[in-house]
């Protein structure tokens, strides 16, 4: 019985032994591949281009531009001469400035533009028509009567104007996309303005 206990133990310890070493064998094989696997090549980045060949990386030189606001004692428009690094495009010009004039409310003056408002697209047409589309925010956020909705109209016309005198002859105001014919029921928008 003790030999068929030390040969039942040999084999069953041979047995273990020989699983053992399969085991290891296949952990081996498993980790060397999954290792290959997850090795991530990192490449060289390209070369920078130089600015000459890349302009559109490089910001213009600052102008001066006239945004028409309200000074915070009055109820007229007047300039206010900020500076703006304007791309030379005209349409990205023009979008340039009435971005600005959206945003720019500096100490003493009132922007007449509703909070809010953001200028969705704009167009220049062959015939020097822009057309500025605008959020609902500009009509929706009139406060007050034909006073503050001419200073509106009046605010972008004459900041685009003085901006291009001999680019944008008429300007059609957009909101999301549409034609009205009021922002808030006063001043006729349904047509292309001119000053």
């Known amino acids: ?47 920078k281009l130089p600015d000459i060949a890349n302009p559109t990386d490089t910001l213009p030189e600052s102008q001066q531009i006239n945004l028409f ?15 703006l690094r304007l791309y030379l495009d005209t349409t990205v010009r023009l979008q340039q400035i009435i971005s600005a004039l959206i945003k720019e409310t500096p100490p003493s003056y009132r922007n007449p533009i509703p909070r809010g408002t953001i200028l969705n697209q704009v167009y220049i ?5 822009a057309y500025m ?36 002859l008429y300007v059609q105001i957009l909101i999301e996309g549409e034609e009205k014919d009021t922002l808030s029921g006063h001043i006729d928008i ?6």
């Open 1 to 47: 019985m003790n030999i068929q206990r030390k040969i039942l133990h040999s084999r069953l310890f041979i047995t273990w032994c020989i699983t053992l070493v399969v085991i290891v064998i296949c952990l081996s094989i498993s980790l060397l591949l999954i290792s290959h696997s997850k090795r991530t090549i990192i490449q060289d980045a390209p070369p």
């Open 69 to 83: 606001l309200i000074e915070t004692d009055g109820i007229e428009l007047v300039p206010k001469t900020v500076e």
């Open 125 to 129: 047409d062959s015939q020097k028509t």
């Open 133 to 168: 589309d605008f959020s609902h925010h500009l009509a929706s956020g009139q406060i007050g009567g034909t006073t503050a909705e001419f200073l509106t109209i009046s605010a972008i016309l004459k900041t685009v104007f003085d901006a291009f005198p001999n680019d944008v």
């Open 190 to 195: 349904s047509q292309p303005l001119r000053f």
